[in-house]
């Protein structure tokens, strides 16, 4: 059975940093393309970064680019995603995902091509 389980979100002060983590069993996760995405209240889920299958291809959204860093360790088949300078704008559930086509070097950014997807992990920035 395929299992993302993110972990690391919590209570921060705006300018503060997080590190969430995304374990991944079940599958050989280290061929796959991974994803955070993000929902806030009231909004729809967004796509935050994307690392492709060998970690050398990353990608961002604008509103977290140079202060968000995506990462991953294939022989732990966990993503990661260090956040730094938070803003009360980054509250949100965030959510792991991986694209089960395998070797893709660049990874996808929209919600629709990802097929797995962990239960999120709350962070809330106060100001």
């Known amino acids: 059975q395929v299992q993302l389980v993110e972990s690391g979100g919590g209570l921060v002060q705006a300018g503060g940093s997080l590190e969430l983590s995304c374990v991944a069993s079940?599958?050989?996760?280290?061929?796959?393309?991974m994803g955070w995405f993000r929902q806030g209240p009231e909004k729809e889920r967004e796509f935050v970064a994307a690392?492709?299958?060998?970690?050398?291809?990353?990608y961002y959204a604008d509103s977290v680019k140079g202060r968000f860093t995506i990462s991953r360790d294939r022989a732990k088949n966990t993503v990661y995603l260090q956040m730094n300078s938070l803003e009360p704008e980054d509250t949100a559930v965030y959510y792991c995902?991986?694209?089960?086509?395998?070797?893709?070097?660049?990874?996808?950014?929209?919600?629709?091509?990802?097929?797995?997807w962990g239960q999120g992990t709350q962070v809330t920035v106060s100001s």
């Open positions: 995902a991986a694209d089960k086509t395998p070797f893709i070097t660049i990874a996808p950014v929209t919600l629709r091509d990802y097929d797995w």
């Open positions: 079940g599958h050989t996760f280290s061929m796959y393309a």
């Open positions: 690392i492709g299958w060998s970690g050398g291809n990353t």
